[in-house]
């Protein structure tokens, strides 16, 4: 029997939450493989955001090359579909350079468009569309008519969304209406679509009340290297409170500061906050994943030794 030759692209992804330290042991992976990064972090697409993102520095940059940063401005729109778009041809590009792109972040809907193949509708987000939808959930009258609207055209979405979720009733009632199909339908045409991937998942952790304080030392840190005149620069541009490079985590309060809408010391407990519970549904989100092997940061030491075994990891990879 002919053997059937397995035409996969090898893809190394390195994920966790944030601070856990992903952006260290992907440059000493990527600088051990002579490889670059994709980073998978929804927030460093944003230009100019840089302190509040922990966006890698310049001088990590000019270590490894880094992919998917700084790739759209703070007002516009940048959606999974476009990342996905971006990383394909990333890796691609990388894999024709003879290179094992490493692929790493926090942003798990990023990594799993990639790595599971996400089948998007043909047109695209409908802004206009779903300001009008907004508009209506703003009326607590029609919010009952939104759902029973989304019944009507997509009972099987509508089985699995809670009535009183009105960003992805809206999400649903956007895409039957751009695209002309249920968004459950567009679901199943993803799990049809095989990965075109060969990949090893690497989870990075920690103990989580360490986690903890390494987010508030964060936050401290980016507070003091000037992360408020980051935004102070930003909003000298014209960009605004509204655009979705301000909404990100930390550039919300602190533009919500800047507008005195609340105090500093009310605005850095909200990041704070808001940072620990992201790290939580990020663990929760990547736990999920059977395929991920979950490595343990102690102290530096332990550091190295995570980055050895991945490497042995790859070097056994076909090629």
């Known amino acids: 029997m002919t053997k059937k030759y397995d035409c996969k692209q090898n893809l190394l992804v390195i994920a966790g939450p944030t601070a856990v330290g992903k952006t260290n042991i992907a440059i000493l992976l990527a600088r051990k493989l002579n490889s670059e990064i994709i980073s998978a972090d929804s927030a460093s697409v944003y ?41 394909v041809k990333t890796i691609n590009d990388l894999a024709g350079d003879g290179k094992l792109p490493v692929l790493a972040g926090g942003t798990g809907l990023y990594i799993n468009a990639v790595t599971e193949n996400y089948a998007f509708g043909k ?61 459950s339908q567009q679901l199943k045409t993803t799990y049809l ?72 010391d009310e605005a850095v407990t909200s990041i704070k906050k808001e940072t620990r519970n992201l790290a939580k549904r990020q663990l929760t989100w990547f736990r999920r994943n059977k395929e991920m092997i979950w490595f343990d940061i102690v102290d530096e030491k332990s550091i190295a030794k995570i980055v050895e075994n991945i490497y042995t990891a790859v070097k056994e990879l076909p090629a």
Request: net charge negative; aromatic share 8%.
């Open 123 to 183: 047109h695209g987000a409908n802004p206009v569309l779903r300001k009008e939808l907004c508009q209506q959930a703003n009326n607590e009258g029609e919010r009952e008519y939104l759902y029973n609207r989304l019944l009507a055209v997509d009972p099987a979405s509508a089985a699995i969304i809670h009535p009183h979720d009105l960003k992805r009733t809206i999400r649903a009632l956007e895409f039957y209406e751009t695209e002309g199909i249920p968004i």
């Open 193 to 264: 679509n095989p990965s075109p991937y060969r990949t090893l998942f690497f989870g990075i952790t920690m103990n989580r009340q360490q986690l903890y304080e390494r987010i508030e030392l964060r936050v401290d840190k980016m507070i003091k290297e000037g992360f408020i005149d980051e935004i102070k620069s930003l909003l000298s541009m014209g960009y605004n409170e509204k655009d979705p490079g301000l909404q990100v985590l930390g550039y919300r309060q602190l533009t919500m500061y800047l507008k005195g809408k609340i105090d500093l």
């Open 47 to 87: 230009r100019y955001l840089d302190l509040g993102t922990a966006k890698p520095t310049q001088e990590e940059q000019k270590l490894v090359k880094h992919h998917l940063i700084d790739v759209a401005e703070p007002h516009e729109d940048f959606s999974v579909a476009d990342y996905q778009k971006l990383a």
